[in-house]
């Protein structure tokens, strides 16, 4: 059975930096991998994305301040976030995608990112 587990979330200042990984067990074709994440009151939402083939793409919100990156060797998929902003704060979910047609995806449980004062 396939797995995603998050880690790495926390509480950090407005300005400040957080690192988020994904392991990623189980046997499955990755099509494509991604960051969601889901404030209070507000709809889940596409972070950033990225496929096999290695492109990448950013919400506007996060472009030049997230990266997205994939280690084959470790099986993890990662999130640098830098310039963290109060806006930021959700619980951030891992996601993965094993066909075109979206009926084989996977989600982890979700970690919480706190950005405050």
């Known amino acids: 059975q396939v797995q995603l587990v998050e880690s790495g979330g926390g509480l950090v200042q407005p300005g400040g930096s957080l690192r988020l990984s994904c392991v990623i067990s189980g046997s499955i074709y990755i099509y494509t991998l991604g960051w969601y994440r889901q404030a209070p009151g507000k709809q889940r939402e596409l972070v950033a994305q990225?496929?096999?083939?290695?492109?990448?793409n950013y919400a506007d919100s996060v472009k030049g301040r997230f990266t997205i990156s994939r280690d084959n060797a470790q099986n993890t998929l990662d999130l640098q976030m830098n310039s963290l902003k109060p806006e930021d704060t959700a619980v951030y979910y891992c996601h993965a995608v094993g066909d075109p047609l979206y009926t084989d995806e996977y989600w982890g449980q979700g970690t919480q990112v706190t950005v405050s004062l």
């Open positions: 990225i496929v096999s083939g290695g492109r990448t």
